[in-house]
């Protein structure tokens, strides 16, 4: 063992050698002391550009072609140039090996913080937490994205840009509605994924016989009419995930139409968790990077001058503005999940009687790892807030509940606040700001006039009244009407089943050419 | 030690270059518009230096099903004197605080970055160069060579090394050619055997050694030559003259004007051409060929005859310029004035000598700053002008008095004029 008393590094400079030194101290102190489990670590070390290439394909190292990405490249670059934007000091990818980013011009004490956060907070996070688990395959998802993007380039060789990117464009605009929001019976094996693929265009070949095409297909059987409800358990509707089913179900999809809506699905789904735990992942990253770097400088290993710049940083980063701060823009995921790490790790070491009588399983206990580990790897944000949201959390961040009801005159009522009668409310309300189930409009295929004139019919369920907008799902009901290539309808219906609105789309020629 | 650390920073730059080009695509007819619209303002040096565009954002955002209205319930933080059950009135408008920035719809323009090369491309695009007829007549006039795979025969100099060898390779293999090793581990036995296996051996190296000579290494018929084959090349080349008349009644401002014309002309013939020479003429009632420098500054004075500089065209032309191998393309700035007993003389040396030989005839009348050309009489090469295209003559005529108008008639003058005329380029 080298001697620990040594200082990692002095002043703000940093060389190869010195990110190795600190990787090495950052990593025990991880192990050992905070426990972690971590997948293999790859450090690397980009410029600016670099990063904003990045910031224009999702933050992934490779990604197919699409103009979507040329057009937030460009807007980023902008907004960059002229000073509106910082650039990230880092970028991590929930792979494994779990791949940090760091920007070269961060000072040591920077890439310290970074290397604490991102390779062992993040990292930490990704590898155990159980949404993470059911619905990302850490191994496959770089293999995966370099399938999509060869297997993307492969069709514009084969069918032209433009019929590529109708497909991708419509894709796109159903993107968050192509997820699978209850775990299947299977897991994701993206590695087979690439297989299958191959597999399906092989067979497609050699199975080829140009006989069958022109064989005549005889008059539809219009005896058998399906009676609804096997109809509708034979599409195995009602389905959310409408990229799914338009991936099984639509008529007259060629096959590689099928294979993008598949590919932009899963690149869908991978993200899905990352959305559903802003506040964990941001709260574990930080209180991890909090928590090693304070050791560090206990150690001896940290120059109390980089430890006060690192403090400089980290209270930015974990920066709350009040309501009526012009600054304010939502609750800040840093600033209330460090403040959630830290106020656990209080009432397991140092409860008081309150927390005694909301937290008895954790309470004094004492394993402050143990129960964030047990915490980080089975909640996401609405249950983690639901249940570890503690009344002098609530006091701290002085929340209080706003009821905005547009039928009220008078106007907006305060709810709950931060007192006795206020606590449960204000934490359940806060916890369904997180949940997923209340951020996306629920949306579901219901039905298909096969008999008909095979119209598609989605219902938006409105909840609390909250319509959708309508030029923007006039647009993205033309794209699903492109892809189904006959009518589609779309219902918005309130919980009594009352109509409020109702939309049909006729699909464009173009795309029964494609 | 599980922890990787590589430096990306060497890595090619700019990952996302067919991206943005794939955006400029999509986004071409509104990132033309609005190339068009700031380069009005612009100087002519600087209208090819690429540069900030904004454009709209509508017709490039990605729709996503949205939600907007209904009874909404946040939690916030920072309480100073609430208390539940208070009622607090609304702002003005709805929402105000407490929303995040919505995702897209925010920004109602964007402006971005375009390069010099983005820039001409998108400032150029729809342009089209008139009458292609004598570059496509020009295509057999010259030959170039292009490589087209391997032949039997050829000189020396065009051997193909590694063809050759491998099919001597191939050959050998097939011929089942007696390997070196196989002689020299013979060879080496040889050195110490009994004598009744030394005639065996003997035997054997005296057959290898037959079949070895009689399958050469490299025989003739592997040999291969590097084939090449000559292409017609289209002739690429044009001219450009440039007619200014420079009497006294031409101001700064109206030369101005005439530069700017012919900077842009230039730089639009140099995108299709891979050669373009330039050859300026000035005129008073004496034409005279001479440099740059010269034609925008050089004092002059004297009368005005258009003929003379039309002659000395005619002249150049005929002597260093053959129709058939270039594409000959002209522009006249003048202020309008010529003597009117030359219009008779100009005419017919337009007619007979000069049109049917270029490519393009533009003229352009410049006014004075402010000038209100519209409701002087037209002038006198106007008028003449005027007459000829009347009768059929391929002229573009056109006039200009403000700097910020040379776009649009350059614009208007080069327009594509529908589809058939252009060719495969």
Known sequence: ???????????????????????????????????????????????????????????????????????????????????????????????????????????????????????????????????????????????????????????????????????????????????????????????????????????????????????????????????????????GLPQENLLYFLEKTAPRLKPWQREILRIVRHIAQYFYPQSQTKVMNEGTATYVHYRIISRLHEQGRLTDGNFLEFLQSHTNVVFQPEFDDPRYSGFNPYALGFAMMQDIERIVANPEAEDRDWFPDIAGTGDTMGVLRDIWANYRDESFISQFMSPRLMRHFRMFHLHDDPGERAGILVDAIHDERGYRRLRRELARQYDVGFIDPNIEVVDVDLAGDRRLMLRHTVVKGAQLTEADTKRVLQHLADLWTYDVSLVEADASGTVLKEYVANPRKIAAVA | MAIHIVDRRLNPGSKSLENRQRFLRRAKALVQGAVKKSSQSRDIKDVLEGGEVSVPIDGMDEPRFRREGGTRDMVLPGNKKFVEGDILPRPNQSGGKGRGAGEGDSEDTFRFVLSRDEFVDLFLDDLELPDLAKRKLAEVESEGIRRAGYTTSGSPANISVSRTVSRALARRVALRRPRREVLEALEAELLDCSEERRAELMADIEALKTKMRRIPFIDPIDIRYRRFETVPKPVAQAVMFCLMDVSGSMTEHMKDLAKRFYMLLYVFLKRRYRHVEIVFIRHTDRAEEVDEQTFFYGPASGGTLVSSALQAMHDIVRSRFRPADWNIYAAQASDGDNSYADGEVASRLLTDNILPVTQFFAYLEVGQENGLSYEMPNSALWTLYEGLRANGAPLSMRKVNERSEIFPVFHDLFQRRGQQERTGS
């Not at chain 1, 040594?6 to 192990?31: H, K, M, V, Y």
């Not at chain 1, 934007?85 to 913080?113: D, F, H, K, R, W």
């Not at chain 1, 199975?207 to 109809?231: I, M, Q």
């Open chain 1, 1 to 235: 063992m080298t001697a620990t008393d040594q200082l990692l590094f002095e002043g703000a400079d940093w060389d190869f050698r010195t990110l190795q030194r600190i990787c090495d101290a950052c990593e025990q102190i991880a192990r050992d002391e905070l426990g972690l489990d971590v997948y293999p670590n790859q450090i690397e070390v980009i410029t600016a550009e670099q990063m904003l290439d990045a910031y224009s394909s999702v933050g992934m190292p490779l990604f197919y072609k699409h103009w979507s990405f040329g057009k937030h490249f460009a807007f980023q670059e902008a907004s960059y140039r002229k000073g509106l934007m910082g650039l990230a000091y880092e970028i991590v990818i929930n792979s494994s090996p779990c791949i940090s980013y760091l920007m070269e011009e961060n000072t040591a004490t920077m890439q310290t913080l970074v290397i604490a956060h991102a390779a062992f907070g993040h990292n930490h996070f990704f590898k155990n937490n159980y949404l993470f688990k059911q619905w990302t395959d850490a191994d496959g998802i770089l293999d995966y994205l370099e399938f999509a993007k060869r297997y993307v380039a492969h069709c514009e060789e084969r069918h032209g840009r433009l019929a590529v990117e109708h497909t991708l464009d419509a894709a796109h605009a159903l993107m968050s509605h192509g997820i699978d929001r209850y775990p299947g019976k299977k897991s994701l094996d993206l590695r087979a994924e690439e297989k299958r693929a191959g597999r399906r265009r092989a067979h497609e070949e050699s199975a080829f016989n140009d006989l069958w095409r022109t064989v005549p297909t005889g008059p539809a059987k219009s005896g058998a009419v399906l009676d609804v409800e096997r109809r509708r358990q034979m599409l």
